[in-house]
């Protein structure tokens, strides 16, 4: 069974940093892209991050860029995303998302097939 866990999330203040950890289990991460999303409450999800199978193309959601960075270690078959400068807008439920087996790079929500349960990042003081 194909499963991703993510881990990392919590309460922080404005300003502060957390780093999110997306482990896979049941299959390999080597040939799946893999993006961040995220949805406040009242909101929909939105896409945050992703990162290509070899980690050397990123993208980045305009309201993170610069301040939020995604990586990837295929040998702990993990993909990370350190958030820095936290701002309460920021706060939601984060998923990491996997894209099929050798699925073309995208960050196009609709392209990811297998998802985590969300982790919680609350961002107040």
């Known amino acids: 069974q194909l499963q991703l866990v993510e881990s990392g999330g919590g309460l922080v203040q404005p300003g502060g940093s957390l780093r999110l950890s997306c482990a896979a289990s049941?299959?390999?991460?080597?040939?799946?892209?893999i993006g961040w999303f995220r949805q406040a409450p009242g909101k929909e999800r939105e896409g945050v991050s992703c990162?290509?199978?070899?980690?050397?193309?990123?993208n980045y959601a305009g309201s993170v860029k610069g301040r939020f960075t995604i990586s990837r270690d295929n040998a702990k078959n993990t993909v990370y995303l350190q958030m820095n400068s936290l701002k309460p807008a920021d706060a939601a439920v984060y998923y990491c998302?996997?894209?099929?087996?050798?699925?073309?790079?995208?960050?196009?929500?609709?392209?990811?097939?297998?998802w985590g349960q969300g982790t919680q990042v609350t961002v107040s003081s």
């Open positions: 998302a996997a894209t099929d087996f050798g699925g073309s790079y995208s960050c196009l929500m609709y392209e990811y097939t297998t």
């Open positions: 049941g299959f390999t991460l080597d040939y799946h892209v």
């Open positions: 990162i290509s199978v070899s980690g050397g193309s990123t």
